[in-house]
């Protein structure tokens, strides 16, 4: 019986996980998360406020927010790191006290844009440093690898100074979002820490 329960419960609870995709505008979010849902590239204008969508991966739901990232717009990320409410309904509802929920953050980082690195940089210590997202695994992605002269995942993970992130999980994968290079790859290493919360 307590067996029965407990897949229920993890039925129920453990299926979807709240991810937000954040970084600069013209990153490559939002083609990011449009190759995941449907294979191909979408046309997109920078995002004003947010996309959502629901993947699957391997019976493991993500709920992804894509997040637009002009500067006049990074300051609001920190509302969609919370909410726990829009991920677990059910838990909310029967479990008073429970908000304990998965989260990851998928990082883009333009490869090609050298100057703005700093931000990316930025940014990113500033969300590590988030109460909200303090159990968050992060996944960067070190996009437009089909550009000449970009950035390897490796120079990027140097600048980021990604070794001395002890307190998160973190995987850095470099892609292209326009061929979908790349991006599988990202989604198995989310599906696998999925599976050890
Ligand atoms: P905001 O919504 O403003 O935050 O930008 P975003 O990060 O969502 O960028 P978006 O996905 O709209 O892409 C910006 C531009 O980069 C678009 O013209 C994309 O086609 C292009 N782009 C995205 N990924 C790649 C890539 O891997 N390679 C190349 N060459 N272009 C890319
Ligand atoms: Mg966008």
Redesign the pocket.
């Known amino acids: 019986m307590g067996l029965i329960f407990a897949k229920l419960w993890s039925y129920f609870c453990n299926q979807e996980h709240k991810v937000i995709i954040v970084?600069?505008?013209?990153?490559?979010?939002?083609?990011?998360l449009y190759q995941f849902l449907m294979n191909e590239?979408v046309h997109?204008?920078?995002?004003i406020g947010s996309n959502v969508e629901e993947i699957v991966v391997k019976n493991t739901h993500f709920l992804m927010w894509?997040?637009?990232?002009?500067e006049s717009l990074r300051s609001s990320w920190n509302t969609y790191y919370s909410n726990t409410e829009l991920v677990c309904s059910f838990r909310a509802q029967t479990a008073a006290g429970v908000t304990d929920v998965s989260r990851f953050i998928i990082l883009?980082v333009?490869s090609t844009d050298r100057e703005r690195l700093a931000i990316s940089k930025e940014e990113l210590y500033r969300m590590l440093a988030h109460e909200d997202l303090r159990k968050a695994a992060v996944l960067i992605f070190a996009?437009?690898?089909?550009?000449k002269d970009c950035m390897s995942a490796a120079e990027i993970s140097k600048y980021l100074t990604l070794s001395s992130i002890k307190d998160h999980p973190w995987h850095i994968q470099s892609?292209?979002?326009?061929?979908g290079e790349g991006l599988c790859q990202g989604l198995e290493w989310m599906t696998s820490r999925a599976g050890l919360r």
């Open positions: 970084g600069l505008d013209n990153a490559g979010k939002t083609t990011i590239v997109t204008s920078p995002t894509d997040i637009g990232g002009q883009v333009d996009n437009k690898q089909d550009m892609c292209c979002a326009l061929t």
